[in-house]
């Protein structure tokens, strides 16, 4: 039952493009989705996401240009911006360490780990970039919070039609910490989504 129900939720969930922007979410129900991307997995535990609710109207309207016009951003009941941290994932930073840390692990062991971790963020830097790392995690929480508010039946539009440089001035974020990574706008849509469109499941996957 739970299989198909489950089943039944990633059917149903689709990319609103419109709001009903006098309905608005809970502060609990909100919060809980919130919960669902503080509880995703992450690579090396790093838990790399921030996420930055906005429910100002007058902030919405300044994003929406930002952000191609897009109506979900000002009808929307709440928009999610979700940051992903950089500097913080640096070799040798303070926050690798408490991350790293929590478990009650010995010393030596948690060394060893902290040397792991050291020389895989170096290669991220020399080579695609600590953003492009850190962002890919964002997404995991971002997937995990837009089927978890389907599930309560609340809409959502994951959306990368930005243009970053400009919103991270806005929201006066320093690229060298954090850069954004994508805008979820959730809500309840005002009309009803058109039949999903996948491509069947033998036509993309392998068995080896």
Known sequence: MLKDKFLDIMQARHACKLFDDTKK????????ILQIGRL????FGMEP???LVIREDSLK??????CWDQPQITTCSHLVVIKAIVGPL????TYREKMLSRRELPKEKIEAYLNIYDKFASNKMATEGLFCWSSRQCYIAAAN???????MGIDSCPIEGFEKEKIEALLQMDPAEEQLALVIPFGYCVRQAKEKIRLPLDEITEYR
């Open 61 to 66: 309207a300044a994003l929406r240009p930002l």
């Open 145 to 151: 919070m837009m089927t978890g508010a389907k599930a």
């Open 25 to 32: 979410i809970e502060n609990e129900t909100m919060e809980t």
């Open 49 to 51: 996401w921030r996420f």
């Open 90 to 93: 640096a070799p040798g930073s």
């Open 40 to 43: 995703s997995p992450s690579s």
